[in-house]
C-alpha cells in the first residue's frame, strides 16, 4: 500500500539533548496509525516533524509526497488537519464562531449552518450548545470542538495528539468510532496515545516509542504474538526492556 507519511532515519536534538534517534515511519495512506508511548518518549516532537512545525536535524520526511520544510509544503497543509495535545478554544467565542473560523482559514465557504450541522455531527455537541460561548463548555465539551474544527474540512491526513485525552467514557467511545467511520471513507490518522488499550481498540499499525526510538512496529496482533503478550501495554513493557507508563 502506498504511503501517506514517510520519515527515514530522523534525528532532532533539543536543549543538547536527543529527542528523536534514528525514526523510521510509513503511514500506509487510509489507515489509522498510533505512535504510543509515555510522556517524554518523543511521540509529540515526531509529528510536529513530520508536520514541518520543527526542524529535522538529519533525515528524510515525506508528507502525501512532499518534504514539509520544502517550498511547496503549502499546497499540502489545506489537506491536513492536526489538533495539538495542549490546544484551547477561543473562550470568547461561541463554539459556532469558533467552527467558522477554522472552516474560513480551511478554505471553506459554506453556510454556518451546515458548518454547525457538519460540526455537530463530529463532536455530538448540540446545535444549542456550539451557539453557547466556549466559556461555559466543560473540558471534554472543549475538546470535542476543538476536534470538529480539527476535521471539519474531511482533511486527508488527519494528525490527533492524544485526542481522548479529557474525555469521559460516552465522548472518548464516540471519537473512536468517528475515527473508524473516516477512516472508511478513505482518511489517515496519525494519532499519539499512551492509553495502549485504546491503541488496541483502533489501530491498524501501532509503534512502540521510547526515548526517541521505534521499538517495534505492527499490528496490534502482530505486537502481541512477538512479544508473547496478552494484550498492548504488555507487549509495550516487554519491548522496552520493563520501562512502564
Known amino acids: 500500500m502506498e ?11 533539543i536543549d543538547g539533548r536527543p ?3 534514528g525514526v523510521n515511519i510509513r503511514v ?14 518523543g511521540k509529540t516532537t515526531t509529528i510536529r516533524v513530520l508536520l514541518g512545525l520543527v526542524r529535522r536535524d538529519s533525515g528524510k520526511v515525506k508528507v502525501l509526497g512532499v518534504d514539509p520544510e520544502s517550498g511547496d509544503w503549502p499546497s499540502v497543509r489545506p489537506l491536513i488537519g492536526y489538533m ?6 477561543y473562550e470568547r467565542l461561541t463554539g459556532l464562531e469558533h467552527i467558522v473560523f477554522y472552516a474560513r482559514a480551511y478554505g471553506i465557504t ?16 448540540t446545535v444549542d450548545k456550539l451557539n453557547s460561548r466556549v466559556s461555559s463548555y466543560s473540558k471534554g465539551m472543549k475538546r470535542r470542538l ?8 474531511n482533511p486527508k491526513i488527519a494528525v490527533l495528539d492524544e485526542p481522548t485525552s479529557g474525555l469521559d467514557v460516552i465522548s472518548a467511545y464516540n471519537v473512536k468510532r468517528l475515527i473508524k467511520n473516516m477512516k472508511a471513507g478513505g482518511s489517515t ?4 496515545t499512551h492509553d495502549l488499550k485504546e491503541a488496541e481498540e483502533i489501530a491498524d499499525l501501532v509503534a512502540f516509542i521510547s526515548e526517541g526510538i521505534i521499538v517495534a512496529e505492527g ?14 501495554e504488555e507487549a509495550y513493557v516487554r519491548a522496552v526492556g520493563g520501562g512502564g507508563f
Open 110 to 125: 459554506d453556510s454556518p449552518r451546515e458548518l454547525s450541522r457538519r460540526a455537530s455531527e463530529i463532536s455530538g455537541l
Open 219 to 232: 499490528s496490534p496482533r502482530e505486537l502481541m504474538e512477538a512479544y508473547g503478550a496478552e494484550s498492548l
Open 84 to 89: 495539538p495535545e495542549d490546544a484551547q478554544p
Open 189 to 192: 490518522f496519525i494519532i499519539t
Open 19 to 21: 529527542v528523536l534517534r
Open 3 to 13: 504511503a501517506a507519511v514517510e520519515a527515514v532515519g530522523v534525528w532532532k536534538t
Open 146 to 153: 476543538l476536534l470538529a474544527a480539527t476535521l471539519i474540512h
Open 28 to 41: 500506509p495512506d487510509g489507515s489509522v496509525y498510533v505512535l504510543a508511548g509515555p510522556n517524554g518518549s
